[in-house]
């Protein structure tokens, strides 16, 4: 099974950016599609981004794409987030997630590893 630690997160101003990492262990890391959802209080944690196992493909939702970059070091077993110019409406916690074989998304909640989440605070 595998195991995820997050990293990256902390307090930015707004139009600022920060880049999230996400290291794997205890499995291949190839077998395993990544992404990121993110969650406020009160709120279903929700789909950011995703990317197939060899980053052949990437996913993205309404709300960061065009924004947001999502990629993948297989000989490194990380998965990055990139996100400048940041709102405060991205305030959130991230979690980094992993699909066996598949690509995490909103379908797949119930097959994805998550990680523990790491703290992501746009001030405006």
């Known amino acids: 099974q595998v195991q995820l630690v997050e990293s990256g997160g902390g307090l930015v101003q707004a139009g600022g950016s920060l880049r999230l990492s996400c290291e794997a262990s205890?499995?291949?890391?190839?077998?395993?599609?990544m992404g990121w959802f993110r969650q406020v209080p009160g709120k279903e944690r929700e789909f950011v981004a995703g990317i197939s196992r060899f980053g052949l493909r990437t996913y993205y939702s309404d709300s960061v794409k065009g924004r947001f970059i999502i990629s993948r070091d297989n000989a490194k077993n990380t998965a990055t987030l990139q996100m400048p110019s940041l709102k405060p409406e991205d305030t959130a916690v991230y979690y980094c997630?992993?699909?066996?074989?598949?690509?995490?998304?909103?379908?797949?909640?119930?097959?994805?590893?998550w990680g523990q989440g790491t703290q992501v605070t746009v001030s405006s």
């Open positions: 205890g499995g291949s890391f190839s077998d395993y599609g």
């Open positions: 997630a992993a699909s066996w074989i598949t690509t995490p998304s909103p379908e797949t909640r119930d097959k994805i590893y």
